[in-house]
């Protein structure tokens, strides 16, 4: 019994981490003006779909919700 619920906490804690990188590198990617666009749209469609499916939100994102919209407007 117990070694589900450590397992069910590692795997929340593992996803929680995988998150944060996925979270980190994509802010990264999607603030680098070097990168061309259809890149940045990229990262910041997936960083979109991060926040609609309550992985993080746009809080934990520091970044503002225009800059987000105008990059996945098409």
């Known amino acids: ?3 589900h619920t450590d397992r069910a906490k590692r795997r929340k804690k593992v996803h929680a981490d995988y998150c944060n990188l ?3 590198a994509y802010l990264e990617k999607l ?3 070097t990168r061309p666009l259809a890149d940045r749209k990229y990262y910041a ?3 979109r779909k ?3 499916s309550k992985q993080f939100t746009l809080a934990e994102l520091g970044t503002c ?3 987000l ?3 996945t407007k098409e």
Do not use: C, P
Request: aromatic share 4%; net charge negative.
């Open 69 to 71: 919209d105008n990059l």
């Open 65 to 67: 919700e225009e800059e």
């Open 1 to 3: 019994m117990h070694e």
């Open 31 to 33: 603030r680098d003006s």
């Open 45 to 47: 469609k997936a960083l």
């Open 22 to 24: 996925f979270k980190k």
């Open 50 to 52: 991060g926040v609609l």
